[in-house]
């Protein structure tokens, strides 16, 4: 079964707003990873956060980590229409197992 | 650095026919990764080796499924024989090290079984 679930399942904004994905997940973890995914593409990957991190910045994106909660959150401020992509978060356990991905979030951006 | 090469990019057959699909990995990385990729399911992790090793199977879906890693640079996935519910998209994906740092996908092959 999938460790992650992202919340929303769709999100349409405008370019210039900020778009905030959600992720929780069932068991614990060593770290959480955010991927992009472009239509037709491969997922690339944006960040990653370890469990004994809260927060962690890179360029416009921000992502929060609540090990208590067993959520995070991707934030992406000033949103362009290039971001435009589904968005998953993947986590591997604590065993080191595998890296398990969500369903995604599939976020528009509106020119 | 090519990033993870995957061939073809289309693959289009009919049910009862083999499938060969084939990855290149990042040079260097340990771990490869296959993954596919449908509607229903999401991203679901089939195999993955480290060292060219088969460490976990365990989500190959049944026996027409196998993989390969004769060595560092090349594995492929076969199906036989294939079914049109193996349609999806397959990624290949390497890393460095397993679950402490980022998986590099490839562009995926978009199977269709008719």
């Known amino acids: 079964s999938q460790q992650g679930e992202e919340d929303p399942q769709a999100l349409s904004i405008q370019e210039g707003e900020n778009a905030t994905m959600n992720c929780s997940y069932k068991?614990?973890?060593?770290?959480l990873q955010w991927y992009r995914q472009n239509s037709g593409r491969g997922l690339v990957h944006l960040i990653l956060?370890?469990?004994?991190?809260r927060e962690k910045h890179s360029g416009r994106l921000r992502v929060t980590l609540d090990t208590s909660k067993k959520s995070s959150s991707l934030l992406i401020t000033a949103s362009r229409a290039a971001d435009t992509a589904s968005y998953f978060c993947?986590?591997?356990?604590?065993?080191?197992?595998?890296?398990?991905f969500g369903e995604g979030t599939q976020l528009t951006v509106n020119p | 650095d090519a990033g993870v090469i995957q061939s073809p990019r289309h693959e289009v057959t009919e049910m009862g026919q083999e499938v060969t699909l084939r990855c290149k990995p990042i040079?260097?990385?340990?771990?490869l990764f296959w993954y596919r990729q449908t509607m229903m399911r999401g991203l679901e992790l089939l195999i993955y080796?480290?060292?060219?090793?088969?460490?976990?199977d365990s989500g190959m879906p049944e026996d027409r499924f196998s993989a390969k890693m004769p060595n560092a640079s090349f594995s492929t996935l076969k199906i036989q024989p294939s079914e049109p519910r193996d349609s999806a998209v397959y990624f290949c994906?390497?890393?460095?090290?397993?679950?402490?740092?980022?998986?590099?996908f490839g562009n995926g092959t978009r199977l269709t079984v008719t």
């Open positions: 994906a390497s890393s460095s090290l397993q679950g402490n740092s980022p998986l590099h």
């Open positions: 068991t614990s973890i060593n770290n």
């Open positions: 956060i370890r469990s004994n991190e």
């Open positions: 993947a986590t591997d356990g604590t065993s080191g197992s595998r890296l398990t």
């Open positions: 040079s260097g990385h340990d771990y």
């Open positions: 080796f480290n060292n060219n090793v088969p460490i976990d």
